[in-house]
């Protein structure tokens, strides 16, 4: 606790919290509704995103948001219309978000710490206003899914039934996955867009070994990722190593407890 004394490490403690509430809610949509590799996808439009707004000198976070969105809002009807699977269309839009961020980044002069602050994450360095940014997403996703919690547990469960149900399920659908687009971009200054798409799967695939409730589901993909934060924090700051990785790290040894000791397995066993 006496190192909570410094400012800078108060400010990655805070931002360790809110990124891992937000990771861990909008990771549940993605695991719940097998959409995995969409949560990678939409990271590296946010990245993309966040390099073109320090290429043309904007805030790269409102560039992240709105590259993160463009890319949610896109790939689905993709996969609607393009009678393409959603993984091929989620592949599809993958590439051309990795092929125009590393675009970007070449573009840019050499030696520019903030676009790899971005890359790798630099959660000892979030400011006060990107930490009330944090909070203020997290408040905003809580809020939303406090209000509409039932028709989000249908569509995240079976979005077919809650169609047939009469709950507009293609408007939650893409409600939650600009949930998860935000959720990445303001999360980007913490973890970094390689890593971000770990904090988000790891804790909630974590809690889905642990329980079938969606309510326990959402609650343990929170403290899976708010306890890979600080745990992550906490090694790097002892061990003098990258923060980011070794947050992942910790998601991932969550991860591999939670198999562990899954009920699950155990009764498949």
């Known amino acids: ?86 993984d091929a269309a989620i592949g599809v839009l993958f590439s051309v978000m990795i092929g125009v961020a590393f675009l970007i980044l070449g573009m840019m002069p050499s030696g520019r710490p903030e676009a790899l602050s971005l890359f790798w994450g630099a959660i000892l360095t979030v400011s006060r206003s990107d930490i009330i940014v944090l909070g203020a997403v997290l408040l905003a996703v809580v809020a939303l899914l406090t209000l509409f919690f039932r028709q989000v547990q249908v569509v995240v469960c079976h979005r077919a039934i809650a169609a047939a149900a009469g709950i507009p399920a293609t408007l939650y659908f893409y409600g939650m996955l600009c949930a998860t687009g935000v959720s990445i971009a303001v999360s980007l200054p913490s973890v970094g867009g390689l890593l971000v798409y770990s904090l988000v799967i790891n804790p909630a695939a974590a809690a889905y070994q642990l329980t079938y409730n969606f ?43 939670a198999c562990v000791f899954s009920p699950k397995r155990r009764r498949r066993a």
């Open 1 to 86: 606790m006496g190192l909570l004394q410094h400012e800078y490490l108060q400010n990655a403690a805070l931002a360790g919290f809110f990124s891992g509430a937000l990771c861990g809610i909008v990771g549940v949509f993605l695991v719940t509704m097998q959409a995995s590799f969409l949560g990678i996808c939409i990271a590296h439009a946010a990245f993309a995103g966040a390099l073109l707004g320090l290429l043309v000198e904007l805030n790269p976070m409102l560039g992240a948001v709105l590259f993160s969105i463009a890319a949610a809002a896109v790939v689905g009807p993709i996969a609607d219309r393009g009678a393409l699977a959603p």
């Open 215 to 257: 309510k326990l589901l959402l609650a343990l993909a929170v403290l899976f990722g708010v306890a890979s934060c600080w745990i992550g924090l906490a090694l790097s700051y002892v061990f003098d190593a990258p923060a980011g990785a070794v947050i992942v790290l910790a998601s991932a040894a969550l991860f591999a407890a």
